[in-house]
């Protein structure tokens, strides 16, 4: 009996170090479970890539544009459109009066004090008018001069030479992100807020053509809405427009329960004056929105902010007579709705991303360009996404560094935080892997609990 127990008993300890053994095995080493993110798709085509390839203008686009050009006949017409070029990538807002009062206030405060520290007898009523003075011209030197934006027939010729293109990729990319994501989505209505030159139109043709029946195009000017029309027409009066039902307005409909299936606004919110009616136009806008609201700005700070300013203003702020109920969620490119990370910290950075395309024909344009934009779409359709189960998806806000058998990746995550991730085939499994690799700025990347902290997991356990 003695024997057979302490037999027993060194199989039971050597089946314990067995199972020990086992489980200080790394997780790397054993078959994993894995979760079935690509859905089918190659690594250099997951679900979460939504960069596009360096695009053309349409033909019939960049032909019309062209024939505009070559009648219009514009003075120096590259040099002009490099410098309006310029001088909207330096646009910024309007400083707000409130804003203004507080600056001139603080700055009287200010001369005010250092005044009263000299001695001797001072003539109050002199020193006001001299600081008075002295403020006026200082606000005069350090405030930003706004104005706004007036167009005639060869200054629309002049905006076509140097934003045609451009503001044409930044549409399509900006829409590709609906495309990719929500397949299903046909839109068969859409308005387009700011139209200029109808990019948005000729972008959303691009991916909608067949379901597409009524397309608006709103702008407060008389000659970009014509000059828009004749790009349509191929600059030829008599002719057919290459895309039909397209309709062109300066006032938006009037009635507050007409809505479109998409609705855009692309280079439009930083051409309004102030804050508040940045606001009015963003809620009218999103009561007229029936599935996705897409607003593009330019990929500076002044943009970005314009952005977030919209983005709380939906999130956050409610109307006071609501005609569709349905809540807004952010559709792209924020993985949360929280705080922008890019704005909690002391100094502040733009959340752009980047798209290469190829410009109008014109001497001394570059054979490809990149249109460098900041982008915001809202949808009232919740959860479009079935996501995978386990899998989180965060947004690559940088390029993607990749180096000897890793890959350095910055993204904004689902928990409204900025993250530096090196991502490796041993720590974050092949698929994640080859997927960072083949990503770009501006797609997405799934989240997956690493190797790491698997085998963390198991060794606590065995402790």
Not at 60 to 85: C, F, G, N, W, Y
Not at 91 to 110: F, M, P, Q, S
Not at 126 to 147: M, Q
């Amino acid at each position: 009996m003695a024997t057979r127990s302490c037999s027993a008993r060194i199989l039971c300890q050597r089946a314990g170090v067995v199972k020990m053994m086992y489980r200080g095995i790394s997780t790397a080493a054993l078959p994993q479970p894995q979760v079935d993110f690509l859905k089918g798709e190659p690594h250099r085509k997951h679900p979460g890539v939504t960069n596009l390839k360096t695009l053309r203008l349409p033909a019939e686009l960049q032909m019309a544009a062209q024939s505009v050009i070559l009648r219009a006949e514009v003075p120096q017409l590259t040099d002009r459109a490099h410098k309006l070029t310029n001088f909207l990538w330096s646009r910024k807002r309007k400083v707000e009066d409130k804003t203004l009062r507080k600056k001139a206030i603080g700055l009287e405060k200010e001369l005010w004090e250092k005044a009263m520290q000299k001695r001797g007898d001072i003539d109050e009523e002199a020193l006001a008018d001299r600081i008075r003075r002295r403020v006026f011209s200082e606000l005069r030197r350090t405030t930003y001069h706004w104005t706004s934006m007036k167009y005639d027939e060869e200054f629309a010729v002049v905006y076509m030479a140097a934003r045609l293109a451009g503001g044409y990729a930044a549409a399509r990319r900006a829409l590709n992100e609906i495309k990719k994501r929500d397949p299903s989505f046909a839109p068969q209505s859409l308005l387009d807020f700011g139209s200029g030159l109808g990019t948005v139109v000729w972008a959303s043709h691009s991916y909608w053509a067949d379901s597409l029946k009524e397309m608006v195009c709103v702008d407060s000017s008389g000659p970009m809405n014509i000059l828009a029309e004749q790009l349509l027409k191929g600059d030829d009066e008599q002719a057919q427009p290459h895309i039909k039902q397209v309709y062109f307005r300066q006032f938006l409909p009037v009635s507050p329960t007409v809505q479109f299936d998409l609705v855009v606004a692309a280079f439009t919110l930083s051409e309004l004056p102030n804050m508040k009616e940045r606001e009015e136009s963003v809620f009218t806008l999103w009561r007229k929105t029936n599935s996705y609201l897409v607003l593009v700005e330019n990929g500076t700070k002044e943009g970005h902010q314009i952005l977030m300013e919209a983005r709380d203003t939906l999130l956050k702020k409610q109307e006071r007579i609501v005609h569709d109920s349905r809540p807004a969620s952010v559709f792209a490119p924020c993985p949360h709705e929280l705080t922008c990370p890019k704005l909690a910290g002391s100094l502040t950075f733009p959340c752009n991303f980047q798209q290469q395309y190829h410009p109008l024909p014109l001497p001394g344009h570059n054979s490809c360009q990149t249109e460098k934009f900041s982008y915001l779409i809202l949808t009232r359709n919740g959860q479009v996404e079935a996501e995978t189960e386990g899998v989180d998806w965060a947004r690559l806000i940088s390029p993607v560094l990749r180096r000897t058998r890793h890959v350095h990746c910055q993204m904004c995550c689902p928990d409204g935080q900025l993250q530096h991730m090196v991502v490796t085939a041993r720590k974050h499994s092949r698929d994640i892997y080859r997927c960072a690799r083949s990503s770009n700025w501006g797609d997405r990347l799934p989240i997956i609990q690493k190797v790491e902290e698997e085998e963390e997991d198991e060794q606590s356990d065995s402790e």
